[in-house]
């Protein structure tokens, strides 16, 4: 069965490149402007264009049709649609992919139920989640189950419809065996009833796992979640392996023996995919030098099939000795313009508007306090969890309260305090005196703690005798 889906596997893959390679090949051809590989369904489109292979039956062991249809998820992600049906036996099977980019880090959540209400928070699960429930010592492996949106509810009634399907049988043959299940379902039944707070804990080497925030914007005070570093055996369970030495893009680097200064005046192209719509185009990338911090690499991606403009910010050295943590006070338009660098694993918090925001959620960026508050401003106004039709009214309702308290910010009437909390020690707020720190301006370094140290990967990171 694992070859069968394993098979199944490698021809959607061989079929992904070989579709970009034509793709490529009539652009060059024709001159005609490069389409997306994965379109979004319309109803004046025309017919969506869909692939047939032949492929094995897993119930009968002859051959079937599969067909294939690559389209977006709006504000979500790329998807392929797999529809198998076989004219011998009649079995019949649809399944779902994840065509987009697999995330930078894994993620964990841990998520403390008090409450009935907590029951109904909805969870995103890949087919790379483990599930834990420590207080009755309960484990759901990863890729154990597929991927599915559900509840927390969802997912324990999962568990006990599954251990009470076979209990009748089980009863006559095993007894024993069966009264132990009968003690398990019942502590499940429980959890359910939440009469004792319980924590359950996800864990996805992917990242694509989520749990819902039922006090969005603000903090879930019942929700921790924290991203790691893959190891090598995740990296390749997940098909990620590095890259040939031979074919990285040190190469023309290494034959051309370009010097530091002339990389850092020269901007590199290289070729990459939309995050949009997956279409090929390039990536600008330059070094330049923060006065007083530190070299910094600039990447802007422009699309021109879809017209989508990224740029994100990386740093140029390496993860500082100490962690920092840099509070600056908001009161006017001198503080607005203030220069800003986010690195992509710094931390942002604004105490008087009750906000967090983790490191993933706006990556790295270089830009102003007044440009870092309009972007915060911008992704809550585009994100369909807010604003979808499916947006609870209540989270709607505080979205506007928050969204209005943000605006009275960014006009001048409140004053706000700015917290960026950088673990690597890689972000920046401008001074504005010349000599020092200026009055509204506060940096501390501290030392990292274990979990912070873990994140980051220099926990299992070895530099002597290597």
Same mark, same amino acid.
């Given at each position: 069965?694992?070859?069968?889906?394993?098979?199944?596997?490698?021809?959607?893959?061989?079929?992904l490149?070989? *579709?970009?390679?034509m793709?490529?090949?009539?652009r060059? !051809?024709?001159?005609?402007?490069?389409?997306?590989?994965?379109?979004?369904?319309?109803?004046?489109?025309?017919?969506?264009?869909t692939?047939?292979?032949?492929?094995?039956?897993?119930?009968?062991?002859?051959?079937g049709?599969?067909?294939?249809?690559l389209?977006?998820?709006?504000?979500?992600?790329?998807?392929?649609?797999?529809?198998?049906?076989?004219?011998?036996?009649?079995?019949?099977?649809?399944?779902? /992919?994840?065509?987009?980019? $697999?995330?930078? =880090?894994g &993620?964990?959540?841990?998520?403390?139920?008090?409450?009935?209400?907590?029951?109904?928070?909805?969870? $995103?699960?890949?087919?790379?989640?483990?599930? =834990?429930?420590?207080?009755?010592?309960?484990?759901?492996?990863?890729?154990?189950?597929?991927?599915?949106?559900?509840?927390?509810?969802?997912?324990?009634?999962?568990?006990?419809?599954?251990?009470?399907?076979?209990?009748?049988?089980?009863?006559?043959?095993?007894?024993?065996?069966?009264?132990?299940?009968?003690?398990?379902?019942?502590?499940?039944?429980?959890?359910?009833?939440?009469?004792?707070?319980f924590?359950?804990?996800?864990?996805?080497?992917?990242?694509?796992?989520?749990? /819902?925030?039922?006090?969005?914007?603000?903090?879930?005070?019942n929700?921790?979640?924290?991203?790691?570093?893959?190891?090598i055996?995740?990296?390749?369970?997940?098909?990620?392996?590095?890259?040939?030495?031979?074919?990285?893009?040190?190469?023309?680097?290494?034959?051309? #023996?370009?010097?530091?200064?002339? &990389?850092?005046?020269?901007?590199?192209?290289?070729?990459?995919?939309?995050?949009?719509?997956?279409?090929?185009?390039?990536?600008?990338?330059?070094?330049?030098? !923060?006065?007083?911090?530190?070299?910094?690499?600039?990447?802007?991606?422009?699309?021109?099939?879809?017209?989508?403009?990224?740029?994100?910010?990386?740093?140029?050295?390496g993860?500082?000795?100490t962690?920092?943590?840099?509070?600056?006070?908001?009161?006017?338009?001198?503080?607005?313009?203030?220069?800003?660098?986010?690195?992509?694993?710094?931390?942002?918090?604004?105490?008087e508007?009750?906000? #967090?925001?983790?490191?993933?959620?706006?990556?790295?960026?270089?830009?102003?306090?007044?440009g870092?508050?309009?972007? $915060?401003?911008?992704?809550?106004?585009?994100?369909?969890?807010?604003?979808?039709?499916?947006?609870?009214?209540?989270?709607?309702?505080?979205?506007e309260?928050? &969204?209005?308290? *943000?605006?009275?910010?960014?006009?001048?009437?409140?004053?706000?305090?700015? &917290? *960026?909390?950088?673990?690597?020690?890689?972000?920046? !707020?401008?001074?504005?005196?010349?000599?020092?720190?200026?009055?509204?301006?506060?940096?501390? =370094?501290?030392?990292?703690?274990?979990?912070?140290?873990?994140?980051?990967?220099?926990?299992?990171?070895?530099?002597?005798?290597?």
């Amino acid at each position: 069965m694992k070859s069968k889906i394993l098979l199944a596997c490698i021809s959607c893959a061989i079929y992904l490149c070989n *579709l970009k390679k034509m793709a490529e090949c009539r652009r060059e !051809i024709t001159d005609e402007k490069p389409k997306p590989i994965f379109r979004n369904l319309a109803a004046d489109d025309p017919e969506p264009e869909t692939t047939e292979i032949e492929s094995l039956c897993v119930n009968c062991g002859k051959n079937g049709t599969t067909r294939l249809l690559l389209t977006k998820i709006p504000y979500y992600k790329d998807i392929v649609l797999m529809s198998f049906d076989c004219g011998h036996c009649g079995y019949q099977n649809n399944e779902i /992919q994840n065509s987009g980019k $697999i995330a930078d =880090k894994g &993620i964990r959540i841990m998520l403390q139920v008090t409450s009935l209400k907590d029951l109904n928070r909805q969870v $995103i699960k890949s087919d790379y989640t483990s599930i =834990k429930i420590p207080c009755v010592d309960f484990e759901i492996p990863s890729r154990s189950q597929k991927g599915e949106v559900t509840t927390v509810e969802g997912i324990i009634e999962r568990v006990i419809t599954g251990l009470e399907q076979d209990q009748p049988e089980r009863r006559k043959q095993h007894p024993d065996a069966a009264a132990q299940i009968d003690q398990f379902i019942e502590k499940l039944k429980k959890l359910k009833s939440v009469d004792e707070p319980f924590v359950m804990i996800f864990e996805d080497i992917s990242g694509e796992s989520h749990v /819902q925030n039922l006090n969005a914007p603000l903090k879930d005070e019942n929700c921790v979640v924290t991203h790691f570093k893959r190891t090598i055996e995740q990296d390749h369970i997940l098909g990620i392996y590095s890259e040939n030495s031979e074919d990285t893009l040190l190469k023309p680097i290494k034959e051309g #023996e370009y010097t530091l200064e002339q &990389i850092e005046g020269e901007v590199l192209s290289f070729r990459t995919n939309c995050p949009e719509c997956n279409c090929p185009c390039e990536t600008n990338m330059k070094m330049t030098n !923060i006065p007083h911090f530190k070299e910094v690499v600039i990447m802007a991606t422009v699309c021109e099939s879809c017209g989508h403009r990224t740029n994100e910010v990386k740093s140029g050295g390496g993860i500082e000795p100490t962690a920092v943590k840099i509070e600056v006070t908001v009161a006017g338009k001198d503080d607005f313009s203030r220069d800003l660098l986010k690195s992509e694993t710094c931390y942002l918090e604004i105490p008087e508007l009750e906000l #967090e925001i983790g490191p993933a959620a706006l990556g790295g960026r270089f830009t102003t306090v007044e440009g870092i508050l309009v972007a $915060i401003k911008e992704q809550l106004l585009t994100s369909t969890a807010f604003t979808g039709d499916s947006s609870d009214p209540e989270t709607v309702k505080r979205m506007e309260t928050f &969204i209005n308290q *943000l605006n009275e910010v960014l006009e001048g009437k409140r004053k706000i305090t700015l &917290i *960026l909390d950088d673990p690597a020690g890689n972000s920046y !707020i401008q001074s504005l005196s010349d000599e020092g720190l200026d009055d509204g301006l506060k940096i501390t =370094k501290y030392e990292r703690s274990f979990e912070q140290n873990e994140e980051l990967g220099l926990n299992d990171m070895k530099v002597e005798n290597y």
